[in-house]
């Protein structure tokens, strides 16, 4: 059986589709505090994700991820939330599907499904079986609520990857899946970003998507952008990448990109192949105001080098190991923690 396809719809009328911003970041702004779960904030304080929402569809969103990036039991029983699975997860999405629905255009709803901070056997505790029927108890809730898509994200691991996307097709969601190339321009466990397309390979139903979010800066991301698309030019491939460098000022992460270095990052996305571009942490509704905007007035051009990237975005940080621009190791556990 053949899964619809909400991601090629929209796409056969825009040509490229703008995915929303930084989840933790804007939340944070909002009064949610370090060390809170956001996913329990859909409960407990529901206007304020419809406000997190309605502002990235007045900014120009045609995607949406819902507030469950945290969701699956692994995750929520740091919070003692572990038995509130299905609920919290299902509570995301109809908070998202009602700002979707009254948007007055078509806006895809994505559940947001984050890596489940366990390592598989045998590196790890966790067997592959368990991983999906994690993923899938906490994929049931989002589809139950209105998900279209299974947005399977910030991943590390190509079995954790796969476990989330056959949970997906076990639930009867469409899915696509992005990973973090963070770690000397692989994924902390050496996923290449050439090698991205291959994950699902044999699974019963394709992704809609594939690519890659979060990792360091829109630099890197970009890079990766185009190793994805010189692997495989016609995939639907997505980059949705961090607010410029992250670093600490006190207690607190900031990102140093500005509206304008984001809306260029969006004209070398379409020009490097992206089909869904978006930001992930530090991007605010005023980023992504700027990067609609840019994306509506640009002519797919030339396909970009490293160089011209670097020329235009900034310098890469993934690959230089110096305490002066690398992130560091406290603002990267942060920034996974949360997909700010």
């Not at 045998?122 to 209105?146: H, N, R, S």
């Not at 397309?197 to 394709?206: E, R, Y």
């Not at 670093?247 to 020009?271: C, K, N, Q, W």
């Not at 030339?302 to 160089?307: D, I, N, S």
Request: aromatic content about 4%; charged content about 25%.
């Amino acid at each position: 059986m053949t899964m619809p396809n909400p991601i090629d719809a929209l796409l056969a009328e825009k040509g490229v589709l703008l995915a929303d911003g930084a989840t933790g970041t804007n939340l944070f702004a909002m009064g949610l505090e370090a060390g809170e779960a956001p996913e329990l904030l859909n409960e407990t304080a529901p206007d304020t994700i419809t406000r997190l929402h309605q502002n990235f569809v007045d900014a120009g969103a045609d995607i949406i991820l819902t507030n469950s990036f945290g969701g699956t039991r692994h995750r929520l029983k740091l919070h003692h939330a572990q038995d509130r699975v299905h609920a919290l997860n299902k509570r995301a999405a109809e908070i998202a599907r009602a700002v979707a629905d009254k948007a007055g255009r078509k806006v895809i709803v994505a559940g947001s499904v984050g890596p489940t901070g366990e390592l598989l056997v045998p590196l790890g505790a966790m067997t592959y079986d368990e991983a999906v029927d994690a993923f899938a108890e906490q994929i049931e809730g989002l589809k139950e609520g209105g998900a279209e898509v299974a947005w399977i994200e910030t991943m590390s691991a190509p079995d954790e990857i796969r476990a989330a996307a056959e949970a997906a097709i076990r639930v009867g969601l469409p899915y696509t899946y992005t990973g973090s190339f963070d770690t000397a321009g692989r994924t902390m466990m050496g996923l290449l970003p050439k090698d991205i397309h291959d994950v699902a390979d044999g699974l019963s139903q394709a992704p809609l998507g594939v690519g890659a979010n979060c990792g360091v800066g829109a630099s890197d991301i970009l890079a990766s952008l185009l190793d994805m698309t010189e692997a495989k030019p016609e995939a639907t491939v997505i980059v949705k990448g961090n607010c410029g460098i992250p670093e600490f000022r006190g207690t607190e992460i900031h990102y140093s990109g500005t509206p304008e270095l984001m809306a260029d990052y969006v004209r070398l996305a379409v020009d490097g192949g992206a089909k869904i571009i978006g930001g992930c942490c530090g991007t605010s509704f005023q980023h992504l105001a700027a990067m609609r905007k840019a994306l509506d007035a640009h002519t797919k051009a030339a396909r970009p080098t490293v160089e011209k990237i670097v020329e235009r975005i900034g310098p890469m940080r993934n690959k230089v190991a110096t305490a002066n621009t690398a992130e560091t190791s406290e603002a990267r556990r942060e920034r996974r923690r949360t997909r700010a």
